[in-house]
């Protein structure tokens, strides 16, 4: 079966008010109507970040990876050793909004956009010494929520190369966590 | 909301005890936490309208709005699209949406109105322009502290940059769309029964709506899912709904799946379809 839609006619007048994504205060008295009208609203927080815990790193190592993936599990490969756990975890978000709807969750795409963690004394420096990949994002929305519930939580893991010519210091990075609706 | 700082690893080389590993901690620093409303902007006339950006964190923020392109995936996906790809009906979506501002300081609390409208081109020919304007907190830079400057560790920063997108329709002209509804049917997917079918649509207009099952001895139409949008440059959009095994027995035999408009704009029917389910 089909219908033809006529776009011109929907999907005007959307806005008669604005209001934030909490209860209506349709304030009525004898004389005047007042009107409200309720915006969907979305929201996202960040409740905790992605740590990948205490790590040991031997001398005249190769090099090696670490990751924490969604659910929170650390594992770590080559010659980097998982050092002793408790703090490593994977960041969560949280969106609110309307139930029922369709939620999508994407990360960055780290194939087109790489993300390189640089040492805070060398930034913009190029050199394998002073750089940490991010090789990896874990989502663990899988894409995000087709029958949104109206609020869920959901975490993101990673995994990070080092190549064991690291100097000590601080390593900062970002990467991108995008709420997208439809 | 309260957030958690970031804090990564520390990671002791060599020549420390084996399992002298530290676990740094720094001081909390909630930034960037956001609301936007209304989730869906739909313009049509030169009237513009507003979004509101409010910062629900516990820190003062700065948000960069931007526009960004999607298109849509046959499985109801949004795919980013660079500028330097963008096709032209893309180039024109992005050409003629007026915003500001484009940054925001906000402190906790409060909100703040972006306003936007469309300036299409007298040229333009008619049709659907869609951008997904982009709300995002703007990382500050952070103060070293006296931990991160320790020269026997590393420690690793990765800062989230988080947001939301919404997407901005402009209708030009007259814009029409033909929607029909494929045959539905219950499939077994990764988490248990799922209903699968698929939405056809032709025309330049996009639809958005809430499929729904109708049907006797339901007193009212199960609502499968809401917020479905099929956008003009998908033909046809796979649809998978997870189903209790008690919606499975609700919904087997003969039924009407509905797609129709939202409820506060209408409910207006887009399109239908009645079959055997099973």
């Given at each position: 079966m089909t219908k033809i839609i006529r776009s011109a006619a929907a999907g005007v007048a959307l806005f008669a008010a604005m209001g934030l994504g909490?209860?209506?205060?349709?304030q009525v008295s004898e004389s005047a109507d007042a009107r409200a009208e309720v915006l969907a609203a979305l929201q996202l927080t960040n409740d905790a970040d992605l740590d990948f815990g205490a790590l040991v790193l031997n001398a005249g190592s190769a090099g090696g990876s670490v990751t924490v993936d969604s659910t929170g599990f650390r594992d770590c490969f080559g010659d980097v050793i998982c050092g002793p756990g408790g703090t490593e975890q994977a960041s969560t978000f949280t969106v609110t909004g309307a139930a029922n709807t369709n939620v999508l969750v994407s990360v960055q795409d780290l194939f087109t956009n790489p993300v390189s963690l640089t040492h805070t004394g060398f930034a913009g420096s190029p050199n394998a010494e002073h750089n940490i990949e991010l090789t990896g994002l874990d989502d663990g929305s899988f894409g995000g929520f087709f029958g949104f519930s109206g609020s869920e939580s959901f975490n993101v893991g990673g995994t990070i190369d080092l190549d064991g010519s690291e100097v000590a210091g601080t390593y900062v990075g970002s990467f991108d966590v995008t709420v997208e609706y439809q | 909301m309260f957030l958690k700082s970031l804090r990564k690893f520390s990671l002791v080389a060599a020549g420390?005890?084996?399992?002298?590993a530290l676990g740094l901690t720094t001081p909390a620093q909630a930034q960037g936490d956001l609301l936007v409303a209304p989730t869906r902007v739909v313009l049509d006339g030169s009237r513009g309208t507003e979004v509101i950006l409010s910062n629900i964190g516990s820190e003062e923020a700065t948000y960069r709005i931007s526009l960004e392109l999607r298109r849509m995936t046959e499985a109801g996906r949004l795919v980013p699209v660079e500028k330097t790809e963008a096709n032209g009906v893309e180039e024109a979506s992005l050409g003629m949406i007026r915003y500001a501002p484009r940054r925001i300081s906000l402190p906790p609390g409060q909100p703040q109105a972006v306003r936007l409208a469309a300036r299409p081109g007298a040229e333009l020919p008619d049709g659907e322009y869609r951008v997904h304007m982009s709300f995002k907190a703007i990382p500050r830079p952070r103060e070293v502290t006296e931990e991160q400057t320790q020269t026997d560790a590393v420690s690793f920063k990765l800062i989230p940059i988080y947001g939301i997108t919404i997407p901005i329709i402009v209708r030009h002209g007259r814009v029409e769309a033909q929607v029909a509804l494929t045959q539905p049917s219950i499939v077994q997917g990764e988490n248990g029964p799922e209903l699968a079918m698929s939405i056809e649509r032709s025309g330049e207009s996009s639809t958005y709506g809430v499929l729904s099952v109708v049907k006797d001895g339901l007193d009212e139409p199960m609502i499968l899912a809401g917020g479905i949008a099929v956008y003009p440059e998908v033909g046809s959009r796979q649809v998978r709904v997870n189903l209790t095994p008690e919606q499975v027995e609700q919904i087997k035999g003969p039924a009407r799946i509905e797609y129709r408009e939202l409820p506060e704009l209408g409910g207006g029917l887009i399109a239908a379809v009645d079959g055997m389910i099973g």
């Open positions: 909490s209860a209506a205060h349709a | 420390l005890a084996a399992f002298g």
